[in-house]
Structure formats: structure tokens, C-alpha cells
């Protein structure tokens, strides 16, 4: 089985350690595929891999590519994972299993509106799974998109304190840039909040650690990259 990642910048990538040590029993390897352009994943997809991740910043612009879609993909807007079928390329997102498994223990009833910094592939994954939960997702941006979005020069202490559940959906604070993290109002934040924060690595980032001497709960990005990790190693091993 001959596996890889799509993706810009992914020398940080975990994920060659987490489905390599699947893979290589089967005498398959997982290799890093780096892409500069939408040029050249097609390219890897044109050769003979079986099966890929995707990741920023392909996760939609690669949808235009395959031959197909599952529903819920199709619905988010977003894959990153994909499996060579019948029909070709087929596309999937396992961010969903991820994002459930990470947050589904630790959600209240106060956690009934959240912000989603961010607005790519994995933070539509994550507004997916929250509006199955009922609970209403309002991205954050640079720039205006739509009504369900905010600018961060709009995150004032009123709108800290309104949205108990915040998730870091961008790449800042991830390697090699660790001293980054979201510009929102640190001091807003308290006990009755839940920072989850997609990042792995570190697995403890700056986002997560002045969010907790705040007195804030934190959840790292490394139980949503297992959870989609194995979601991904199951189609693939089920197209077999």
C-alpha cells in the first residue's frame, strides 16, 4: 500500500508516524508529498498511490480533481482524506471523527455557541460536527465573509464572555513559529471556557498555555490527529 500527504509546508507532519508504523508491516510506506500549487497534486494524484491526507492548503481546492465525493464531505466543503476507487479518486473527511472524539467528552450545557478561528477545510469540519450538536458556530476572520462571520478586532470582552467555546481551526502558533498564538482578549477568558486548539505541534502551544493561566480548560490537537488518523486507516484498508 503506497500512502502519502498532500500538503504546503509539512515538515512538521506527525502523520508519517502515526500511519507508517500501520503501514510498513504491509510492506507499504507513507511518504511527505509536498505541494507548492494545485499543479502539483495533480501530478501525485496521477501516480500510482493508493491513498492520501490532505492537508492546508488543498483541502478544498483539491475537490475540483477527484472523480468523487462523499455526502458529508461534499457538505463541509472540504476533504482530507482520499481513496483511489473504481471511480478514481474519491474523497472524504475524517477531521468529523477528530473533532467529535476531541470535544464530545468535555462539551456542557453552557457550550451552546462557538467561535472557530479561522476559516479552511478544518474549521467548516468543525462548524459540520457542531451544528450536529446544536451548538452555533460563528467563524473568525481577517476579512468579512458572511453574516456568521467576525473580524478579530471584533472579539471584545462582551463577545469572549457570550462564546464559552473557542477552537483554533488556523495554523498559528504551529511550528516553527511557536511564540504565535490567536489575537483575541486573553484577559476575557475564564473558568466557564473551552479552548481546543487544532495544532500539534507543540502539542502544548502558546494559544493553550494563556488560555489555562487564565483559568480556562484546554484540549490539544493530538486527539483529533489520532482520531482522523485512524478514521483514514480504516477506508483505505476497507478499499482493499
Known amino acids: 500500500m503506497k500512502l502519502g ?16 508504523k500501520r503501514v510498513e508491516p504491509l510492506n507499504g510506506n507513507y511518504s511527505l508529498c509536498s505541494c507548492n500549487s ?29 472523480d468523487a465525493l462523499d455526502p458529508e464531505a461534499e457538505a463541509i466543503g472540504a476533504v482530507n482524506t482520499l481513496v483511489r476507487c473504481q471511480e478514481g479518486w474519491k474523497g472524504y473527511n475524517t477531521d468529523i471523527k477528530g473533532i467529535e472524539e476531541t470535544l464530545s467528552p468535555h462539551l456542557t450545557t453552557w457550550h451552546t455557541k462557538a467561535l472557530i478561528l479561522g476559516t479552511g477545510g478544518a474549521a467548516r469540519a468543525a462548524a459540520h460536527v457542531l451544528r450536529s450538536w446544536e451548538v452555533w458556530p460563528t467563524f473568525v476572520s481577517r476579512s468579512l465573509s458572511d453574516e456568521e462571520t467576525l473580524r478579530y478586532s471584533d472579539l471584545d470582552h ?82 482493499r
Do not use: C
Open 5 to 20: 500527504l498532500l500538503g504546503k509546508d509539512i515538515g512538521h507532519s506527525l502523520s508519517p508516524d502515526l500511519v507508517g
Open 38 to 66: 494545485l499543479k502539483d497534486v495533480s501530478g501525485y494524484l496521477m501516480q500510482d498511490y493508493d491513498g492520501f491526507n490532505v492537508t492546508m492548503p488543498y483541502k478544498s481546492s483539491i475537490m475540483d480533481l477527484l
Open 158 to 239: 462582551h463577545v469572549i464572555q457570550e462564546y464559552l467555546l473557542i477552537i483554533n481551526a488556523s495554523p498559528v502558533g504551529q511550528w516553527p513559529d511557536v511564540e504565535q498564538r490567536p489575537l483575541i482578549p486573553y484577559e476575557s477568558v475564564g473558568q466557564e471556557h473551552l479552548v481546543f486548539d487544532m495544532v500539534y505541534n507543540p502539542v502544548i502551544t502558546s494559544f493553550l498555555k494563556t488560555v489555562a493561566e487564565k483559568g480556562g480548560k484546554t484540549l490539544d490537537g493530538m486527539t483529533m490527529l489520532q482520531g482522523q488518523a485512524e478514521a483514514s486507516w480504516k477506508l483505505w484498508q476497507s478499499s
